[in-house]
C-alpha cells in the first residue's frame, strides 16, 4: 500500500500501537534484567531463521557488515555460535547457533515469559486475557503479512526449509 493511501485514523492507531508495543518491551526488558544487545539480537536471529552468513545477518539485523563480523567474532569466542562451510558456496561459511548459544537465549527468553506471566497475572482479568489473545492474533498476522510482502528474503530462507 503507498503511503498517500493511509488515512489519518490509520495513521494515529498505527502510532500509538507502534508507542505500545516499544513501550512493554522496554518495560519488559528492564523489569526481567534482560537487556537487548546485538549479542542476543543475533542470537535470536539465527534462533528464527537458522544458519546465515555474516552479510545476511548483518542486512536483517540493518547493521554494517564490520560490525555485524565483531559480533560474530564475540560470539563465537564466547561459544555461543559457530562457523560452517556453506554448502551452497565453497568460498562462504554460515554461522550456526551451537547449544550453548540457544542456552542463553532460552534462558534470557524465560525471563522476559517470567515476568510477562507475572504481570497478566497481576493485572490481566479474565475478559481482558481474551481480548489480549484476539490482539496477539492480530498482530502476528499483521507481521505475517509484513514477511510475506518484502522482498526475495535470500538464500537463508531457502537453506532452512
Not at 546465515?52 to 564475540?74: D, P
Amino acid at each position: 500500500m503507498a503511503n498517500e493511501q493511509v488515512l489519518p485514523d490509520d495513521l494515529a492507531l498505527a502510532e500509538r500501537l507502534r508507542q505500545a508495543i516499544g513501550d512493554f518491551v522496554r518495560v519488559v526488558r528492564a523489569q526481567s534484567d534482560t537487556p537487548t544487545t546485538a549479542r542476543l539480537e543475533t542470537l535470536d536471529l539465527l534462533d528464527r531463521a537458522g544458519a546465515l552468513t555474516t552479510a545476511e545477518l548483518a542486512q536483517r539485523r540493518y547493521v554494517k557488515h564490520q560490525s555485524m563480523r565483531l559480533v560474530i567474532e564475540q560470539l563465537e569466542r564466547d561459544g555461543l555460535v559457530e562457523k560452517t562451510a556453506d554448502p551452497q558456496d565453497r568460498r562462504g561459511q554460515l554461522i550456526v547457533l551451537r547449544l550453548e548459544g540457544r542456552a542463553a537465549l532460552a534462558q534470557d527468553r524465560q525471563a522476559r515469559a517470567l515476568w510477562i506471566a507475572a504481570a497478566l497475572h497481576d493485572h490481566i482479568g479474565s475478559e481482558e486475557r481474551r481480548d489480549l489473545e484476539r490482539a496477539i492474533g492480530l498482530l502476528e498476522r499483521l507481521a505475517e503479512g509484513a514477511v510475506c510482502a518484502r522482498p526475495d528474503r535470500g538464500a537463508a530462507d531457502r537453506r532452512t526449509r
